[in-house]
């Protein structure tokens, strides 16, 4: 079974800091991965999402994620953070042959320091 | 064009009570979800449907049910609430294969007591 761990339950970044987040996968196929945002009190707005082809994808809000098949990770990026960046994070990949829903992890917190 | 709503937004119930929880959609997805999240636990899927008509299992399925009469609506339904079904619940949509972006509502908080 697919799983996605996020190893960091709690981040503190100072607001202009770069920022990288961790997730681990565990799937047997070649994995489709996701990065989803939370802001509190919303629902979650998908940053960006990795299928095939250059390993190294952008997304909004100046967010990148790399995947590194030989790690098992597909690490979110950002050069310099907003206070508007905190919010949970999480990574996902899609579950089972398709058609099934989204297995996520458990998120990351990130909290912005002035 | 309101994407993904979700009614209600808040309910308190007693244990045994029933209830339904309405996703709407009005980008004509076929696919769409209902997850619940929990602290520390992050979302976990309940059930899910890829067109008007289907329903199918995802991770978490024990005391919710699902239809989807149209191809706008997916409901979840409790027909005995339990304090373990203390939760918020997002529903989402997705155009038609799962690894297209999927949208999320914006959740409906669930007290059971």
């Known amino acids: 079974a697919q799983s996605v761990t996020q190893p960091d339950i709690h981040i503190t970044v100072s607001e202009g800091a770069s920022l990288e987040l961790r997730c681990n996968y565990s799937y047997g196929a070649t994995p489709y991965l996701f990065w989803y945002v939370q802001s509190p009190g919303q629902g979650l707005q998908l940053l960006l999402k990795y299928f095939s082809g250059d390993t190294l994808v952008q997304g909004i809000k100046g967010f990148e994620a790399e995947f590194k098949r030989s790690q098992s990770s597909f690490n979110l990026r950002k050069p310099s953070v907003h206070w508007s960046d905190a919010a949970e994070y999480f990574c996902a990949v899609v579950a089972g042959g398709g058609a099934d829903g989204l297995t996520f992890g458990k998120g990351t917190h990130l909290i912005i320091q002035p | 064009n309101a994407g993904v709503t979700q009614t209600p937004k808040f309910r308190v119930l007693k244990t045994g009570q029933s209830m339904t929880l309405l996703c709407a959609q009005d980008m004509n997805h076929e696919y769409m979800y209902w997850y619940r999240q929990d602290p520390g636990m992050g979302l976990r899927l309940i059930h899910y449907?890829?067109?008007?008509?289907?329903?199918a299992k995802g991770e978490v399925p024990d005391g919710y049910n699902v239809s989807r009469l149209k191809k706008q609506n997916f409901l979840l339904g409790l027909e005995s609430a339990a304090p373990s079904q203390t939760s918020v619940y997002f529903c989402?949509?997705?155009?038609?294969?799962?690894?297209?972006?999927?949208?999320f509502g914006p959740g409906t908080r669930l007290l059971v007591l």
């Open positions: 449907s890829v067109g008007e008509g289907t329903t």
């Open positions: 989402a949509s997705s155009p038609s294969w799962v690894q297209e972006t999927q949208y």
